[in-house]
């Protein structure tokens, strides 16, 4: 029996996992490690949700301990299971797991993608914040207006009590409430449920999926709207893949964001409007050079602000959503374009004012700059974000997250709220793929 520890952070790794490893006799899972999300290790896989091979569980450590659990348990074989890192991190990482004396290993689709037995739409991505979220909502109200009923599933976040989050689902705006949600969270359901749509997430995808195909408010498409840069859980009929021109290049050098866009059927290059011309023309290179079969969409992503005047001529703080800031690497976002575009004085640094996790969190991606990531895993994160934007000196503070911040935490400085949509320029737009789509249901 082969001793394996799979490294990942709550999502692909209890996938992969549940796909190919629960119910296997030749291997034996001794531990999960945990990265990129705060406050995620030192739990453990249930053994309701790991099988009768693990009738303890499965303790999940922090990855810094990594080598050391090699060695003290006697590893095999390491299987790399997270998303959104540079292919340079990821052999790093390789080697310290070769050095220790145990294989690395990188699974692939076939093994882990479960077959729907209904039409799947998935959304991927090569990079965090190239867009997927605004892109899966396009879908879905296209979709709608075409009389389809569409469930949406979300790359897991299960970030709480494991055992209750196996299978979530999401109809109304108290679910969030009685999941317990995170700002993360919510910020990926909400506009789901804001537009009367199903969203399910959770633990075990295979459960999930069979209760999306059997949801009480009926189900015609099921939606897959992906996370980070990572490929789908899912065998998709159609396979969307957005890139971002404002990181040319980051399309063939992180993992898995380059397995997303080799198996694309469409390319939706996003943020046009703000990128430049050059950076727009690498990008549509290397989608040529490794996928040429593709069909590339070009699109704006285009943004309103609720109240103009609460930023022109004003010392602005930026809120923008805390994963694309931090691993996602992000330094300009719709909150910096709103401010630019409407006449902010000035982009205040909020470094220097971060309290507590965010405090950790400015010092482990330095990179961030003046801007704010809205970092609310727990009840201490959000009290932090509130504390930190509360001791801020600025005139306003700009909202740039998939959320209203205010209606989860207290915000006392005056305040507007940037949202943003897809909106393709030009032929072909998403509504001739998908009426082609709808074209080949009907066969």
Not at 251 to 273: F, H
Not at 319 to 326: A, F, I, K, N, S
Request: glycine residues 6%.
């Amino acid at each position: 029996m082969k001793k394996i520890i799979i490294i990942g952070a709550a999502g692909r790794d209890f996938h992969n996992f549940n796909t190919y490893y629960r119910d296997n006799p030749t291997y034996q899972v001794v531990a999960f490690t945990a990265a990129q999300i705060p406050d995620i290790a030192d739990r453990k896989y249930p053994a309701s949700l790991a099988g009768k091979l693990y009738p303890n569980g499965i303790p999940i450590y922090a990855q810094d301990e990594l080598e050391q659990l090699i060695t003290k348990l006697d590893v095999d074989e390491c299987v790399f299971s997270y998303s959104d890192i540079s292919y340079e991190a990821v052999m790093g990482l390789s080697a310290k797991v070769n050095a220790a004396g145990a294989d690395f290993t990188l699974l692939g689709y076939k093994n882990t993608m479960i077959k729907s037995t209904k039409p799947v739409i998935a959304v991927g991505a090569i990079r965090t914040g190239c867009g997927k979220s605004q892109t899966s909502r396009r879908i879905v109200e296209a979709l709608m207006e075409k009389g389809l009923k569409v469930i949406a599933i979300r790359h897991p976040m299960p970030y709480g009590d494991l055992e209750a989050q196996k299978v979530q689902r999401f109809a109304a705006i108290d679910d969030l409430v009685k999941h317990r949600c995170t700002i993360e969270e919510m910020e990926e359901y909400e506009p789901f449920i804001a537009r009367g749509n199903v969203i399910y997430a959770g633990v075990d995808y295979e459960a999930i999926l069979r209760a999306a195909e059997n949801d009480p408010n009926g189900c015609d498409v099921i939606l897959w709207d992906g996370g980070n840069n990572d490929f789908p859980f899912y065998r998709p009929d159609l396979m969307v893949t957005v890139v971002d021109p404002h990181r040319p290049g980051h399309e063939l050098s992180y993992y898995p964001g380059e397995v997303t866009l080799r198996i694309a059927d469409v390319v939706v290059i996003n943020k046009i409007d703000s990128a430049n011309f050059e950076d727009i023309q690498t990008v549509r290179a290397n989608i040529n050079l490794v996928n040429p079969q593709a069909t590339i969409i070009e699109a704006a992503s285009t943004i309103t602000v609720d109240d103009p005047t609460i930023i022109r001529g004003k010392r602005v703080l930026v809120v923008e959503d805390g994963p694309t800031l931090t691993h996602g690497e992000m330094k300009i976002g719709a909150g910096i374009v709103a401010a630019r575009r409407f006449g902010a004085s000035e982009i205040v640094d909020p470094g220097q004012n971060a309290v507590g996790k965010l405090a950790e969190t400015f010092r482990i991606y330095p990179h961030i700059g003046n801007l704010l990531p809205a970092m609310g895993y727990g009840e201490e994160q959000m009290a932090d974000l509130a504390a930190t934007i509360e001791r801020t000196d600025c005139d306003s503070v700009i909202i740039a997250t998939p959320i209203d911040l205010n209606r989860v935490i207290k915000i006392n400085k005056p305040n507007t709220r940037v949202n943003y949509s897809l909106q393709e320029i030009g032929h072909p737009n998403m509504d001739d793929i998908l009426e082609e789509f709808i074209q080949k249901m009907k066969k």
